[in-house]
């Protein structure tokens, strides 16, 4: 069996907020699709069902649950080339009805598309955050995703050298989280205790669910771990089934953004001005500390390709690079925590609150450089923020199909969609790049 075979609905079952009902829909599902994004904090699916008879007292399946939204989810999926697409209520990432569209009714069948989310999207719309938190911000996440979700997932954080203390002010939990994604930077151990190893981490995080757990990932992490399985090829034309390659193709493939040099210069990308009240004294920031340049940041920064390297037109009238003028003015009030009294003294310029932002921000900007989407072969080994490796073909004067030393290499999983139908199963994967070529050792 090829990961690119239709695979087999072990069972999908839906069972009624009260308990009482359980119906097996995996003979009337025509489509499910499973989605992962490094932007959402939890994960989806949909189903499109078509059923054609009485499963509940005589009932339809849409009737006799009755489906009203909040129904449990269990399924199991099965493919010989690639693991199990499993979410159980035994493994906790169990799926929730969120809505029901499309629905049609005729005489002797309905269709319908249940939209799913795990458990945790649900009780967010009913929690806000209201305790004071005062530690590392890496322990925050823990406890917030513990004492506002009730979640017993696993929370995969990286540790964060900076404090942050702040009460929650009663927003919802993901909002909170993904808010303090951006203030973070990478450090020191689990505990917050050790030295910080790498003083030049750059600020910026993300906060996310898989299948596996949530994740509350540094953007330096995910940018030095080691790819995941084999290299993924673009190989146009008829693929020989007895290829042991033939799972690590790409089937296709597309170029959404390649350095859109103007979008760039209007986010503030390269060079920002900053001008930031501080509230502990009424003053602003100087004159000589407002400018942010990408030039100096990007020195230590880890890349999924080369070193970044800017090398834009030079203003004709001050004679300086494009990249170290800044192109947007950014104002606001400094942030340091709403129970911060003053601001600590640290070694490390990554702590002050102005560099934090700044940092984010272009760290934000850089990894969406570059943005591709390919169409693989079904492989459940994948979750977002996952690196894969890509080979594509150069276009040249000889029409050989050789690499392009350009575009190949090192890919971040952006989104994901695993899709199952009838005629085959599929992963959709939109890949985010920050530079070209090859990256450093």
Not at 46 to 66: A, E, I, R
Not at 293 to 302: A, D, L, P, R, V
Not at 371 to 391: D, F, Q, R, S, Y
Request: charged share 25%.
């Amino acid at each position: 069996m090829a990961a690119i075979d239709p695979s087999i609905y072990e069972y999908i079952n839906v069972t009624s907020t009260d308990g009482r009902n359980t119906v097996n829909i995996a003979g009337g599902v025509v489509s499910l699709s499973f989605f992962e994004n490094l932007f959402s904090p939890h994960i989806s699916a949909t189903f499109l069902v078509v059923n054609t008879g009485g499963v509940v007292d005589g009932k339809s399946v849409y009737q006799g649950l009755p489906l009203r939204g909040g129904e449990r989810v269990d399924m199991k999926i099965v493919n010989d080339s690639c693991p199990d697409l499993e979410l159980t209520q035994k493994t906790q990432n169990e799926l929730y009805v969120a809505s029901i569209t499309n629905v049609l009714v005729e005489a002797e069948r309905e269709v319908f598309t249940l939209n799913c989310v795990s458990r945790e999207a649900l009780a967010n719309e009913t929690a806000r955050v209201g305790k004071r938190y005062g530690s590392k911000i890496s322990e925050s996440v823990k406890q917030i995703v513990k004492d506002y979700l009730g979640s017993d997932k696993e929370v995969e954080v990286d540790p964060t050298m900076n404090d942050y203390k702040f009460i929650g002010n009663m927003k919802k939990p993901f909002s909170t989280l993904i808010w303090l994604a951006s203030k973070s930077v990478p450090g020191g151990d689990s505990s917050g205790e050790k030295e910080v190893k790498n003083k030049s981490s750059t600020a910026g995080y993300f906060f996310y669910e898989s299948r596996k757990g949530f994740h509350f990932k540094s953007v330096d992490a995910l940018c030095t771990q080691d790819p995941v399985g084999d290299t993924y090829t673009f190989q146009p034309g008829i693929v020989d089934q007895d290829d042991p390659d033939k799972d690590f193709r790409i089937i296709t493939h597309s170029t959404n953004k390649n350095h859109n040099l103007m979008a760039n210069l209007e986010k503030g990308m390269f060079s920002t001005h900053r001008i930031f009240y501080d509230p502990r004294n009424g003053t602003f920031t100087p004159q000589q500390q407002g400018t942010f340049t990408i030039t100096e940041s990007s020195k230590n920064m880890n890349n999924l390709g080369e070193k970044y390297e800017t090398s834009l037109p030079k203003d004709k009238k001050t004679g300086k690079n494009l990249a170290d003028i800044p192109s947007r003015l950014i104002t606001g009030v400094l942030d340091i925590g709403t129970l911060e009294k003053e601001e600590k003294n640290s070694a490390v310029k990554n702590a002050d609150p102005m560099e934090i932002f700044s940092q984010s921000m272009m760290r934000y900007n850089m990894m969406f450089i570059i943005e591709t989407v390919v169409t693989i072969p079904l492989n459940t080994n994948l979750i977002a923020g996952n690196l894969i490796n890509c080979n594509f073909v150069a276009i040249t004067e000889e029409k050989k199909k050789e690499k392009d030393e350009t575009t190949s290499g090192l890919y971040m999983i952006k989104e994901l969609v695993h899709y199952y139908e009838s005629k085959g199963s599929y992963t959709k994967l939109k890949l985010i790049r920050d530079t070209h070529g090859k990256r450093d050792k």
